[in-house]
T-cell receptor, first 117, second 109 residues
Framework: DAGITQSPRHKVTETGTPVTLRCHQTENHRYMYWYRQDPGHGLRLIHYSYGVKDTDKGEVSDGYSVSRSKTEDFLLTLESATSSQTSVYFC????????????????FGPGTRLTVL | RKEVEQDPGPFNVPEGATVAFNCTYSNSASQSFFWYRQDCRKEPKLLMSVYSSGNEDGRFTAQLNRASQYISLLIRDSKLSDSATYLCVPYNQGGKLIFGQGTELSVKP
C-alpha cells in the first residue's frame, strides 16, 4: 500500500468553525488531490496540487482552500464549515500528471469522515 | 446529463455467478477508462484500466463500446470477496479523473 495518511480520520464540528484536514505522504509524489464523496455522487475533485506551493481548483472548490508548503503535506481548510460540507474526504497522490495511460496510478488515503452540525 | 452514469444497484448474486455492470459516459472524447473497487467505508483502489476495446484480468473483463459510449465490467465466478462498490472512471483530458457514483455488488453464499 502507498504511504498515505489522513488526519483526523473522524471529526464532528459545528457550523461556522474552521476545519483543517491533513494529508501526508511518504512516496515523494509530485501530485496530490483532495476529493469529497457523497451519496448519489461520485468522488468530486475539490483542489489539487502539482508541486510545492502550486495548486489549482477542481470542480467543487467553493468554500475550500488548500496549501502545500512541503512535498509530503497537503492541507485542506474549510474556513467556515457548513452542513453541506458534511462528507467523506479522500486525499490521493500520483507520481506524474494523469494522462489516461497505463502509467497512471492514483493512490488514495483512508479518508476523513467529517460531520458539520 | 451526468458525465458518468452507473446503475447504483445493489446487484445481489450467488457465489459462482457471472455479473455485468454497465457505465455510460457523455464525453465522446474520452480515450481511457478505469474501473476502481471501493470496499465499504474504505478508499477506492484501481481494479483495471481500459485503453482500446477492452481488457481482461483473470475473472474480470472490461469492454468498451465507443460508438454507444458505454463501458462494461464482467465478473465471472463471483467470490464473496468481490462484494464491493465498483466505480467507473473515464479519464478527462486535463489530468483529471471523473468518477461515477458506483455500482454496489453483493455476493451471497
Amino acid at each position: 500500500d502507498a504511504g498515505i495518511t489522513q488526519s483526523p480520520r473522524h471529526k464532528v464540528t459545528e457550523t461556522g468553525t474552521p476545519v483543517t484536514l491533513r494529508c501526508h505522504q511518504t512516496e515523494n509524489h509530485r501530485y496530490m488531490y483532495w476529493y469529497r464523496q457523497d451519496p448519489g455522487h461520485g468522488l468530486r475533485l475539490i483542489h489539487y496540487s502539482y508541486g510545492v506551493k502550486d495548486t489549482d481548483k477542481g470542480e467543487v472548490s467553493d468554500g475550500y482552500s488548500v496549501s502545500r508548503s512541503k512535498t509530503e503535506d497537503f492541507l485542506l481548510t474549510l474556513e467556515s464549515a457548513t452542513s453541506s460540507q458534511t462528507s467523506v474526504y479522500f486525499c490521493a497522490i500520483s507520481e506524474t500528471r494523469l494522462q489516461g495511460t497505463s502509467t497512471d496510478t492514483q493512490y488514495f488515503g483512508p479518508g476523513t469522515r467529517l460531520t458539520v452540525l | 446529463r451526468k458525465e458518468v452514469e452507473q446503475d447504483p444497484g445493489p446487484f445481489n448474486v450467488p457465489e459462482g455467478a457471472t455479473v455485468a455492470f454497465n457505465c455510460t459516459y457523455s464525453n465522446s472524447a474520452s480515450q481511457s477508462f478505469f474501473w476502481y473497487r471501493q470496499d465499504c467505508r474504505k478508499e477506492p483502489k484501481l481494479l483495471m484500466s481500459v485503453y482500446s476495446s477492452g481488457n481482461e484480468d483473470g475473472r474480470f473483463t472490461a469492454q468498451l463500446n465507443r460508438a454507444s459510449q458505454y463501458i462494461s465490467l464482467l465478473i465471472r465466478d463471483s467470490k464473496l470477496s468481490d462484494s464491493a462498490t465498483y466505480l467507473c472512471v473515464p479519464y478527462n483530458q486535463g489530468g483529471k479523473l471523473i468518477f461515477g457514483q458506483g455500482t454496489e455488488l453483493s455476493v451471497k453464499p
